[in-house]
């Protein structure tokens, strides 16, 4: 009992000593709740706090509904955290309002960050500085079920998007009725489809999306209009598939009635699940030229705006090793995203990993949209589609329709 | 002290009533403070911020009546309002009308009646967003839906329930209906009940026909629960959400804007683009219809 006492007393005094004497500091670190990602941060704070006895870091999660509510209310309350984590598209709300605070170019300077993080980093800067780093990166494939594949006698995944249209109309089953029982491939703009006409569609019939720096639509075009036709011509010309097939494209492929679908990384953890049948990755199809384009997203740790003193110190050696390779080679092992640094991306194993190969291949030409409103931005084209397979809108009207009513989206934020 | 607490006798009863009063206004405070502050400063709060751009994270700029030009001059907003009376159009007499009949049956029966009452008043006390989820999977296209599974077999063609710009908000009042019904029936139960069965008896013994009961004894009488039923049921339509949300996730109020109600519209300008102003301008509009349609309504039906 006595003897337990004592070396209660002997260890506080050590932790109270060693505190003291190199002024400990202790920062917040607040990120949404998802399993995965509060345990990779557990391990890293371990790491970190094992290389840095004098700071000490606080998780701190919040559901990701209310996640930006939280930090918003934070930063009035004057209490916000010293690092955070937050979406790249969330960047313009977070900076205007002052959460968070521009990374200082003695601790990273550009030139670093522009050579060591795969150039889709670009998306944190604003008026020359940048306002966080990556720890992983995210991007999209085309996800095919090797059995349904088999069945139809089809050797491997589309390589180009002619073939992925032959291949689709080989795929789709229908009952008596005319009604599917098994798609070629997911229409779903819900889903990632929109990301996938936005970035990589548009680009491969010869158009842009928006102009550089995201301020005007530029879609209302011929090249606009001929990937929307294609899109649509999946669904009224080809039969590979339909709107609201088993409601969401990735259960349906989960269900093992999609013999395609496109999404991203993200989905890589919930597909591992699947028993019923072996599925594979590839890169999303190129289209007759060769080219070929993908979306690439990611969360980006930044630094509040009231970090301050050794706080601020604190701040910035943390955000630079959770944006360090070997944080990133934790993050992929336990949440599976790809690490946004192409030296710790780009390695013999994971390049040699049938599944995360087509993902990183794709992070060389991925495209970052800057989003004002991702969620209005996705809900136009999503009417678009609608008007069309609905309404029977043709295409090039609302095409253009679409056009407008984004760029009043865009002119209202900017 | 304690003499000056003693009443004078003169007046014992006003006093005992003002004691009495005090105690419970003593009580009552607690809830109006409550009510003061988590309700009625933000209701008067948002007619404040309605004349500001405010986006969360910089401080509310003025900007005077912009928020409600822009949505007199927004096609949506026209389309939202629509919907919302679509529902409350539809919805609240054929709610009330088929909950009235089944009160008016299960009222005679003897026979498992307090099962099929059960049976009834089962959805209200499920969850919305469950019992949404069940029906968005009911209305999916076969394999999926069993709705359209049945039709399949039957050799019917298929309906695109939710899929449709004309038939999804149909489909979506329909749930919103059967979850209210249980509610209504209860309700209207309890209002039959109450009615004398002297005037029943009275009227079977003039050779009343039950149909003449019906419209002579039995509606006039029910008169104040279906004033209470008509309001009740109105503002539930008018703010409609949780059924639509759940059943249209991933195109919010879709297709199209077709089943899109005003709340799930400031819900989604406030949390989504985050438009607070904006948001709360339709707020004081949705606020200011709840009103007049529930003092339309008290003062309709208290008239006749």
């Known amino acids: 009992m006595n003897r337990h006492l004592l070396h209660a007393g002997l260890l506080a005094g050590t932790v109270l000593a060693s505190a003291g004497s190199a002024g400990a500091v202790e920062i917040e670190y607040w990120q949404y709740i998802y399993e995965t990602r509060v345990q990779a941060m557990d391990q890293l704070i371990e790491m970190f706090e094992a290389e840095n006895p004098d700071i000490t870091v606080k998780q701190v999660t919040f559901p990701y509904a209310d996640y930006q509510t939280r930090v918003v209310a934070a930063k009035m309350a004057g209490n916000g955290p010293d690092v955070l984590q937050l979406f790249y598209g969330w960047t313009d709300r977070f900076v205007d309002g002052g959460v968070i605070q521009p990374l200082s170019k003695e601790a990273f300077p550009d030139e670093m960050i522009e050579s060591e993080f795969f150039p889709i980093v670009s998306a944190m800067k604003r008026d020359g500085n940048y306002y966080g780093l990556p720890t992983a990166v995210r991007s999209l494939a085309l996800f095919y079920n090797k059995k349904l594949f088999e069945e139809a006698g089809i050797d491997g995944p589309p390589q180009t998007l002619e073939e992925l249209v032959a291949d689709g109309q080989k795929l789709a089953k229908k009952d008596d009725g005319g009604n599917f029982t098994q798609v070629g491939m997911t229409i779903d703009m819900a889903g990632q489809d929109h990301q996938w006409w936005r970035e990589v569609l548009l680009r491969q019939f010869g158009g842009v999306p928006y102009n550089d720096d995201y301020t005007e639509v530029e879609y209302d075009s011929e090249a606009g209009v001929a990937a929307t036709q294609w899109y649509t011509d999946l669904v009224t010309a080809h039969g590979i598939g339909t709107q609201g097939f088993m409601d969401e494209g990735q259960a349906a492929f989960r269900a093992g009635r999609a013999a395609m679908t496109i999404d991203g990384t993200f989905r890589l953890g919930s597909f591992r699940g699947i028993e019923d049948f072996e599925w594979g990755v590839a890169e999303l199809p190129a289209n007759a030229d060769g080219l070929r384009s993908n979306y690439a997203s990611y969360f980006a740790n930044a630094i509040g705006a009231g970090a301050e003193g050794e706080e601020l110190e604190a701040a910035e050696k943390f955000l630079a090793f959770v944006s360090s390779p070997e944080a990133m080679q934790v993050w992929l092992k336990v949440v599976g995203e790809l690490p946004a640094r192409p030296e710790a991306a780009l390695t013999e194993e994971n390049l040699a990993d049938p599944v995360y190969a087509p993902f990183l291949k794709a992070l060389e030409y991925a495209h970052t949209t800057m989003f004002v409103d991702e969620a209005g931005q996705r809900q136009v084209t999503m009417d678009m589609i609608n008007r069309i397979l609905l309404q029977q809108q043709p295409v090039a009207e609302a095409v253009a329709e679409a056009a407008a009513a984004e760029q009043a989206l865009l002119d209202r934020a900017n | ?304």
Not at chain 2, 113 to 127: C, D, G, K, S, V
Not at chain 2, 223 to 243: E, Y
Not at chain 2, 272 to 280: F, P, R
């Open chain 2, 1 to 304: 002290m304690s003499r000056d607490a003693t009443p004078p006798p003169a007046a014992p009863r006003l006093s005992m009533r003002m004691r009495r009063a005090l105690w419970v206004w003593g009580f009552l405070a607690l809830p109006v403070l409550f009510y003061g502050v988590i309700r009625f400063y933000p209701t008067l709060d948002a007619f404040r911020l309605s004349f500001t751009d405010w986006n969360l994270m910089s401080a509310p700029k003025y900007i005077g009546l912009e928020n409600y030009r822009r949505m007199l001059a927004e096609p949506e907003f026209w389309q939202v309002f629509r919907n919302t009376f679509a529902y409350l159009v539809l919805g609240t007499p054929i709610s009330l009308l088929l909950s009235f009949t089944v009160a008016y049956f299960l009222d005679r029966i003897r026979f498992g009646h307090t099962l099929m009452r059960a049976l009834y008043f089962l959805p209200y006390i499920t969850t919305a967003s469950a019992m949404a989820w069940v029906w968005r999977w009911f209305y999916q296209p076969a394999p999926t839906g069993v709705i359209n599974a049945v039709l399949g077999d039957l050799g019917l063609a298929q309906m695109d329930f939710l899929r449709s710009t004309t038939w999804a908000l149909p489909s979506i009042m329909v749930t919103a209906i059967w979850a209210g019904l249980g509610f209504q029936v209860i309700i209207f139960m309890a209002g039959l009940r109450s009615i004398p069965t002297t005037y029943y008896e009275a009227a079977r013994i003039d050779g009343v026909g039950e149909w003449a009961i019906l419209r002579r004894i039995t509606l006039p009488l029910l008169k104040p629960t279906t004033v209470f039923l008509v309001v009740f049921s109105s503002i539930g339509f008018l703010r409609i959400f949780d059924q639509v949300y759940n059943m249209t996730t991933n195109d919010p109020g879709g297709p199209l804007g077709s089943t899109k109600p005003l709340v799930l519209k400031i819900y989604q300008t406030a949390f989504s683009s985050y438009e607070m102003g904006y948001a709360a301008a339709q707020t004081v509009v949705l606020f200011t219809i709840l009103l007049l349609v529930s003092l339309g309504q008290l003062w309709a039906l208290r008239k006749r």
